[in-house]
């Protein structure tokens, strides 16, 4: 099966995409590096099995999504490509509009002129927002925090319309809560530009001198600890359940929804401390206020896509940990850096 991975030299996709190639799926990359590397190219050409295909192409450019359908003829497409960050979106809303929604639109038109019905959408946890009671399942309420989670709802409805319209779609809506972690091998993780917003790319770079204490947003919430608590998952986990996703896509149509998380719930000071006591280091931390639009405990209710979909998360914090600290290890190798 040739599949499509947009964004596929991202944190998730890139991922993803040695797992499919390991699973014998044939990958075509399109990504516009907009937030993430050409050398990650490479190293996921290493750790997989097949080939992997490259276009530098913006999905915003109606054209450019045209010539990638011309080249190929995919059997699927799994859509990662987005703009990511809670808050840049509250500050710049229109932004995240155009580039999720205007990407999203034309990747969907040039699919259904092609005839490309199966679809793998990288939604997000964040569309749960505040309404419910943890843990989560897939029927809940949906709420929205930031412009961010606006982009990822409308796109879910904008595929239920779709698929509402023609029958012969079979689209899987991917609800990740907190991705985290590594591939083993150390070559491939998360990068992000800049200092990071999320807490475990914070801690690894704690944890290697690039920044000197972590802070931690909050110690008064209703948690065990006062820490905010989250659902965190392994990357390779995550991209394990897009393989299963994949494979739910050739025998059912429609619309479907699944959470992937652990269905477990750690604190800040749970990861923090796990981090310390597997890798030997230790990560200064203050306890600063909490981060306007957080809430204190998101984690999955996942048996619907254990049930339907035969995925289960695998991997536990420990690991979450050492793939994470073996990842920034190798990043701040001077020979190995970007
Ligand atoms: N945190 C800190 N210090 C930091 C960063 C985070 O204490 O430097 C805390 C936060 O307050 C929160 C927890 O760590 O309690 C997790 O924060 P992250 O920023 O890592 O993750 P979020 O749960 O806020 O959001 C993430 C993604 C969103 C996604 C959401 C889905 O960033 O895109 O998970 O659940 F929508």
């Not at 909050?218 to 209703?222: Q, S």
């Given at each position: 099966m040739k599949i499509l991975v947009t964004g596929g030299l991202g944190y998730i996709g890139s991922h993803t995409v040695v797992e499919l190639s390991n699973n014998g799926f044939e990958c075509v990359v399109v990504d516009n590096l907009m937030n993430s590397d050409s050398s990650v190219l490479d190293r996921i050409q290493k750790l997989s099995a097949d080939p992997i295909h490259f276009m530098k192409r913006d999905l915003l450019d109606k054209h450019q999504v045209a010539e990638v359908f011309e080249l190929f003829h995919f059997d699927a497409v799994i859509h990662f490509a987005g703009l990511k960050s809670p808050a840049e979106s509250v500050v710049n809303p229109l932004r995240y509009f155009e580039e999720n929604l205007g990407t999203t639109i034309n990747l969907l038109n040039e699919m259904q002129r092609n005839n490309v019905k199966k679809l793998v959408f990288s939604s997000s946890?964040?569309?749960?927002?505040?309404l419910t009671e943890p843990p989560?399942?897939?029927k809940a309420l949906t709420s929205i925090l930031n412009p961010y989670g606006r982009t990822k709802l409308m796109i879910e409805e904008i595929l239920q319309d779709l698929s509402k319209s023609d029958p012969e779609w079979s689209i899987a809506i991917l609800r990740f809560f907190n991705p985290i972690g590594a591939h083993s091998s150390g070559t491939i993780g998360e990068r992000p530009n800049?200092?990071?917003?999320?807490?475990m790319p914070y801690i690894t770079q704690v944890a290697s001198g690039r920044r000197q204490f972590l802070n931690i947003y909050?110690?008064?919430?209703?948690t065990p600890d006062g820490t905010g608590v989250r659902d965190f998952i392994h990357v390779m986990d995550l991209a394990h359940g897009h393989l299963k996703a994949l494979n739910y896509l050739s025998n059912h149509s429609g619309n479907h929804i699944f959470n992937l998380g652990t269905g477990k719930g750690y604190s800040v000071l749970d990861l923090v401390r796990t981090f310390e006591e597997v890798n030997g280091v230790k990560i200064p931390y203050k306890i600063v206020d909490r981060r306007p639009g957080d809430i204190a405990v998101s984690y999955a209710a996942p048996s619907k896509a254990e049930r339907e979909l035969g995925w289960k998360a695998e991997r536990g914090l420990n690991e979450m940990c050492e793939d994470a600290w073996r990842w920034e290890k190798d990043l701040v190798k001077p020979s190995k850096s970007f």
């Open positions: 946890a964040t569309v749960y927002g505040d989560v399942y897939e800049g200092v990071p917003n999320n807490l909050g110690d008064d919430y209703p």
